[in-house]
């Protein structure tokens, strides 16, 4: 089985554009969460989705950042306007409910680097 | 609010050496607990985790954890090091039932030949 797959794997980009990362969480998992890894604070929780349903947002820094998740398959983490601060990379995480043992499959990450 | 903490930023051992990665976890209700391993550009892969009965754990590679309620520690172990073990291992936690996962800060290992 594919796993998660997260999209793109490196973005370059300049101070004050939008940035989008994208993500497809593994078939038939029903949460999906978006972390932030730095080295300053290590792996945030930024936000997760039940069912396509944002559950908890509190992680999200600010209004600049927005995450998506149209459908079962696909998700998206938008910030806009970028700045620098925002650097780090960005993973994308999905688990399902049936086994209800927490493990979570990650993504390869993308690495944001903001000009 | 749960919450985990890791013991070393940086563990450096001799190949062959025991390998001992700390954590300890604060949790109001029963918890469920995690160690993942981060390799150079790649994403966390789960090493082990507890959730419930025993509560020595047997992971990948020859790893094992130990759940301790009466420590709240859940200390990652392994006897033989081996120089494909350096990596980043990191500790999580999250509630009976619950789908919010919280990470310590991580441990990178180094592996000395």
């Known amino acids: 089985d594919a796993g998660v797959i997260q999209s793109p794997r490196h973005e370059v980009t300049e101070m004050g554009q939008e940035v989008t990362l994208r993500c497809k969480p593994i078939?038939?998992?029903?949460?999906l969460f978006w972390y932030r890894q730095t080295m300053m604070r290590g792996l945030e929780l930024l936000i997760y989705f039940n069912n396509n349903v944002p559950i908890d947002d509190s992680g999200m820094p600010e209004d600049r950042f927005s995450a998506k998740m149209p459908n079962a398959s696909f998700s998206t983490l938008k910030i806009q306007p970028s700045e620098p601060r925002d650097s780090a990379v960005y993973f994308c995480?999905?688990?399902?409910?049936?086994?209800?043992?927490?493990?979570?499959?990650f993504g390869e990450g993308s690495r944001l680097t903001v000009l | 609010a749960q919450s985990v903490t890791q013991l070393g930023s940086h563990v450096s051992v001799s190949e062959g050496a025991l390998v001992l990665l700390r954590c300890n976890y604060s949790s109001s209700v029963p918890p469920y607990l995690f160690w993942y391993v981060q390799y150079p550009n790649q994403g966390l892969q789960l090493l082990l985790k507890?959730?419930?009965?025993?509560?020595l754990v047997k992971g990948i590679n020859g790893f094992e954890a130990e759940f301790k309620k009466s420590e709240t520690s859940f200390h990652l172990t392994k006897p033989s090091a081996h120089m494909s073990d350096a990596a980043e291992y990191f500790c999580a936690v999250s509630e009976t039932g619950g789908f919010k996962t919280i990470f310590g800060a991580g441990t990178r290992l180094f592996v000395k030949a």
């Open positions: 507890y959730t419930t009965g025993a509560t």
């Open positions: 078939s038939g998992h029903d949460y």
């Open positions: 995480a999905s688990r399902g409910t049936s086994a209800n043992t927490g493990e979570l499959f």
